[in-house]
T-cell receptor, first 115, second 112 residues
Framework: SAVISQKPSRDICQRGTSLTIQCQVD?????MFWYRQQPGQSLTLIAT?????????ESGFVIDKFPISRPNLTFSTLTVSNMSPEDSSIYLC????????????FGPGTRLLVL | QKEVEQDPGPLSVPEGAIVSLNCTYS??????FMWYRQYSRKGPELLMY????GNKEDGRFTAQVDKSSKYISLFIRDSQPSDSATYLC????????????FGKGTKLSVKP
């Protein structure tokens, strides 16, 4: 399985600021994904990040709020912009399982609290 | 109706018990079914992966899929305190990477 790390592991931020979350994988992967896990809710896909192309956003998520970079095959960032308390959540990156694009491995998550 | 329904629990059992965790779904196009285990303050860990209907066993864990009933289950035999975690079901129809649809998760506590 892929080894995925995320930075920061947690943060407390002020309303109106932005936070960039980094995701690093120990092997080259084509697809990287960003999810949000809110308390008591299902994991929800924010966007899919392919290297060399624009990220694809799911309904309800926009690039201005969640800009994503994917500069190479092992790294991606998600920025949560102009934060409000409603953005308090766990943000997770994932990669597709080698040889099985139908499932994914997840990173440890970034726990964000917005005051 | 949500695409995937999962009882959030919490579910508390004594050590050694057989645990049954379940999800129902509404989209008949789902073909790939997964169970993830998530310990507190950790990311989800892939536990079981099943394609279409049938059973799959891995040690103390058995995953069952009944597509006719749109119902999936995860059984844990001889449950251990280390099994205490939140269990998430997930599924997709294949061919569209990233479209994993998750249940809300069931929080399991195994008491020594």
């Amino acid at each position: 399985s892929a080894v995925i790390s995320q930075k920061p592991s947690r943060d407390i931020c002020q309303r109106g600021t932005s936070l960039t979350i980094q995701c690093q994988v120990d092997s080259q992967v084509t697809m990287m994904f960003w999810y949000r896990q809110q308390p008591g809710q299902s994991l929800t896909l924010i966007a899919t990040a392919n290297q060399g192309s624009e990220a694809t956003y799911e309904s309800g998520f926009v690039i201005d709020k969640f800009p994503i970079s994917r500069p190479n095959l092992t790294f991606s960032t998600l920025t949560v912009s102009n934060m409000s308390p409603e953005d308090s959540s766990i943000y997770l990156c994932s990669v597709e399982r080698t040889g099985s694009s139908e499932t994914q491995y997840f990173g440890p998550g970034t726990r964000l609290l917005v005051l | 109706q949500k695409e995937v329904e999962q009882d959030p629990g919490p579910l508390s059992v004594p050590e050694g018990a057989i645990v049954s965790l379940n999800c129902t779904y509404s989209n008949s196009a789902f073909q790939y079914f997964m169970w993830y285990r998530q310990y507190s303050r950790k990311g989800p860990e892939l536990l079981m992966y099943t394609y279409s209907s049938g059973n799959k066993e891995d040690g103390r864990f058995t995953a069952q899929v009944d597509k006719s009933s749109k119902y999936i289950s995860l059984f844990i035999r001889d449950s251990q305190p280390s099994d205490s975690a939140t269990y998430l079901c997930a599924m997709n129809s294949g061919g569209s990477q990233g479209n994993l649809i998750f249940g809300k998760g069931t929080k399991l506590s195994v008491k020594p």
